[in-house]
């Protein structure tokens, strides 16, 4: 079994192209990930991009995709160490990075801001790998 962290984004983009992981792999990602799905939701909402009524249907989906979520202490001091590192702000995109470090084997997102981020910290997996059963 693969398994592939995915951020905020993707998580999002998963339920709205109501995307099929395969049986194969393993969605592991931080506990914040909810939280900051629904504050983009929020955002959508805000700016007139979505509908309440699909940013809620959204919600529920993505509330109900099957995910390990960590918080756990190591994982935390992974992404204050890797936040410190890397001169951030934040250690939100570090969270991520954690955890892809720990507990999987790449990180999948379509925030290309993001992937740049991460690409030289943690290995990346396209997308396309989350659907595939032999990536």
Not at 26 to 32: E, G, H, K, T
Not at 52 to 69: P, S, Y
């Amino acid at each position: 079994m693969t398994r592939y962290v995915i951020d905020a984004p993707t998580l999002l983009h998963i339920v709205a192209k109501e995307i099929r992981v395969s049986s194969a792999h393993q969605l592991v990602a931080p506990n914040l990930i909810r939280s900051q799905a629904l504050s983009l939701l929020l955002e959508d909402v805000q700016r007139g991009d979505l509908a309440e009524n699909l940013a809620l249907q959204h919600h529920e989906r993505l509330t109900e995709l099957k995910m390990r979520l960590l918080g756990d202490r190591v994982s935390r001091g992974t992404a204050w160490k890797i936040a410190l590192e890397q001169g951030w702000d934040t250690t939100f995109d570090a969270e991520y990075l954690a955890v892809t470090k720990l507990q999987a084997d790449a990180l999948v997102t379509i925030d290309r801001a993001f992937a740049a981020k991460a690409e030289d910290i943690v290995s990346l997996a396209p997308l396309e790998a989350l659907t595939a059963e032999d990536y």
